[in-house]
C-alpha cells in the first residue's frame, strides 16, 4: 500500500504563487505514474499534470503554462508549483500515485487564491 501526504496548499492572492508537494511512504518502489488532481466545490475532480517514473509529463490543456509538475524519485515525492494564480484555481488539490494495486490519493490540501 502507498500513503501520499499533500502539504503547500492555503490562502494566495491571484497573481500569486504556491508550491505544492506530496511524500510518498509504503510501497514506493511499486509506484509508476504521479499526478495531480484539483476538485472545485461543486465540480468533478479534474487532472492538473501527471509524470511518469522515467520523468515523462503531461498537463491538463487549462493549465499549461502556468502549472509545473517535477518529481524527485530520491525523496519519493513529487510537486506541483503554480505560478500566476486565478480565482477559478481555488479547489482541493489531490496527489494520485499509480501502483500495482491501482491508484492512491492523498488526502488532499485547499489553496483559494482571493484577495
Known amino acids: 500500500q502507498v500513503q501520499l501526504v499533500e502539504a503547500g496548499g492555503g490562502l494566495v492572492q491571484p497573481g500569486g504563487s504556491l508550491r505544492l508537494s506530496c511524500a510518498a511512504s509504503?510501497?514506493?518502489?511499486?509506484?509508476?505514474?504521479m499526478g495531480w488532481y484539483r476538485q472545485a466545490p461543486g465540480k468533478q475532480r479534474e487532472l492538473v499534470a501527471h509524470?511518469?517514473?522515467?520523468?515523462?509529463?503531461g498537463y491538463a490543456d487549462s493549465m499549461k503554462g502556468r502549472f509545473t509538475i517535477a518529481r524527485d524519485n530520491a525523496k519519493n515525492t513529487v510537486y506541483l508549483q503554480k505560478n500566476s494564480l486565478k480565482p477559478e484555481d481555488t479547489a482541493v488539490y489531490y496527489c494520485?500515485?499509480?501502483?500495482?494495486?491501482?491508484?492512491?490519493w492523498g488526502q488532499g490540501t485547499q489553496v483559494t487564491v482571493s484577495s
Open positions: 509524470i511518469t517514473s522515467d520523468g515523462s509529463i
Open positions: 509504503g510501497n514506493i518502489f511499486s509506484i509508476s505514474n
Open positions: 494520485k500515485a499509480d501502483s500495482h494495486t491501482g491508484p492512491n
